[in-house]
């Protein structure tokens, strides 16, 4: 089922901050630089190795991201794994009883089909699930 890791989801207030940083650090330039407007969203990206690190901004207070990170601050939004079927993966996980926040997949970054699973049905962490759309790997 799970193939790999795909993304670790990092929420932070300020990604040119996050950007200079791993520049100074590393010399890292992204990979992504996106806005996921549905999702109210900035993302900045840095692919290392197979999987992604994507630092997450908000658009508003009010999205997602903004509610995160005033109710707990920087830090790890959530773990994203890749699957090959992301519509039969949610229907199987729904047939168990777990609590999603997705039923059907929905657009994300780079070009990525995309749905939550509940926390409350993983331990207390936010899982994402991402098919990739092959025509864009």
Known sequence: MLKQIDHIGI????????????????????HVRETVADQKVNVLGYHIGDATVEYLAPMSDESPIGKYLKKKGTGIHHVAYRVDDLASTLKRLKEKGFRLIDEQPRDGAEGKKIAFVHPASSNGILIELCEINEKKS
Do not use: H, K, S, W
């Open 11 to 30: 929420a932070v207030p300020d990604l040119q901050a996050v950007e200079e940083t791993l520049r100074g650090l590393f010399e890292l330039e992204p």
